[in-house]
C-alpha cells in the first residue's frame, strides 16, 4: 500500500470465491470518491491457498493479507486492526457495491453511523423458483435495521473511533457475529442507521443447497449466541416443529406474493416450510454436540 493518508478502508474477507472477488475489486475502481482516499484490505481466510492481486493504477490502495483464525468474522477484524481510515466498511467478496457507494455511506455516516447500506438482490432467472425464494426471504437490510436492530456485514460502514469502542466481531461465531457486534454498539450508545443511498449488490443463490446452506449457518450462529455467550433469543433462533408446517416470520410475505398475483407462492409456501424444518433439524443436531457450518 501507499503510504498516501486514507479516510476510509474497506475490508473484505475472502474465502476462495476469486472470480467474485475481481468483480467486487473492479466494483472498487470506480468509486466516486478519490482514489487516493481510501484503501482495500482483503483478507484471506484460507492462507494455505495463496491469494495474489495486481495493483492497477485504478486501485493502488489494495493490500491482501492472511487470518489463520476460521471465520468471517476473525477475517474481519484482522482487516480492522490494520486498517489506517478513520472509516470502515466492510463487505463481502461475492459482493459487488455501487459506485456511488462509499461517496454515499460516508455522506450518512458524517450524521449517523454505524449505519447499514443498502442490499440489492439481482436475479439471473426471474423465473426460478429458488431465486424469487432468495429474494423474499434473503438479505432485507432495510428490515434487518428497522426491526431487529442490526445490519448485515455485506454492507456496513462504522467510524474506526467506534469500532474500537464496541470491540471487534466475535470471532467464535461463524454466522450472526454482525448481530452481536449491532447489539454490544447500541449498548454503547451508538445504534445502527440505514442508509437507502449506499448500495453493495448481492447475486441470487440459485440452487436449494445454497438456500438450504445458508438457512443452517445462519441457525447455528443464532444458537450459538443463545448457548455459548447468553445472550437473550436473537432473531431466527427459538424455531419449532411449528414452523415446519407454518413459518410465521414468512407467512406475511408469502401472503403479499399471493395478493400480486404470483401463482409460485404456494411453492414458496410449501419451501419455506421446508428449509425451516430442515433448520430446526440442524438446532437437534448442535445441541446434540454438532459443529456449526461455516
Not at 454498539?185 to 449488490?201: D, E, K, S, W
Not at 424455531?239 to 395478493?259: E, M, Q
Amino acid at each position: 500500500m501507499t503510504a498516501a493518508p486514507v479516510v476510509v478502508s474497506v475490508i473484505v474477507p475472502y474465502y476462495g470465491e476469486r472470480a467474485a472477488l475481481e468483480r467486487c475489486l473492479q466494483s472498487l475502481a470506480h468509486q466516486t470518491v478519490g482514489r487516493e482516499s481510501f484503501e482495500v484490505i482483503v483478507v484471506n481466510n484460507r492462507p494455505a491457498q495463496a491469494l495474489t492481486l495486481e495493483v492497477s493504477d485504478l486501485l493502488a490502495n489494495l493490500a491482501v493479507v492472511d487470518e489463520a483464525q476460521p471465520g468471517s468474522y476473525a477475517a474481519r477484524n484482522r482487516g480492522a486492526m490494520l486498517a489506517r481510515g478513520r472509516w470502515l466498511a466492510f463487505t463481502d467478496a461475492d459482493c459487488v457495491p455501487d459506485d456511488h457507494w462509499l461517496e454515499a455511506g460516508l455522506l450518512h455516516a458524517a450524521r449517523h453511523e454505524p449505519l447499514g447500506g443498502h442490499i440489492e438482490l439481482v436475479m439471473t432467472n426471474p423465473q426460478s423458483l429458488v431465486e424469487k425464494y432468495d429474494v423474499a426471504f434473503g438479505l432485507n437490510q432495510q428490515s434487518y435495521v428497522e426491526k431487529s436492530g442490526f445490519a448485515a456485514t455485506a454492507n456496513l460502514i462504522v467510524a474506526k473511533t467506534t469500532f474500537d469502542k464496541v470491540g471487534p466481531f466475535c470471532a467464535r461465531l461463524r454466522s450472526a457475529g454482525d448481530w452481536e457486534w449491532c447489539l454490544r454498539a447500541a449498548r454503547a450508545g451508538h445504534p445502527v442507521g440505514y442508509c437507502a443511498g449506499a448500495i453493495v449488490r448481492h447475486a441470487t443463490r440459485t440452487t436449494w443447497r445454497q438456500v438450504v446452506r445458508k438457512a443452517l449457518r445462519v441457525q447455528g450462529g443464532m444458537l450459538t449466541l443463545r448457548m455459548q455467550l447468553h445472550l437473550a433469543l436473537a432473531p431466527g433462533a427459538c424455531r419449532s416443529l411449528l414452523d415446519a408446517f407454518y413459518p410465521r416470520r414468512y407467512v406475511a410475505k408469502i401472503i403479499a406474493i399471493r395478493n400480486a398475483g404470483d401463482p409460485s407462492w404456494w411453492k414458496l409456501y410449501l419451501a419455506a416450510c421446508g428449509v425451516n424444518a430442515l433448520a430446526v433439524a440442524e438446532t437437534c443436531r448442535l445441541r446434540l454436540g454438532g459443529t456449526p457450518l461455516r
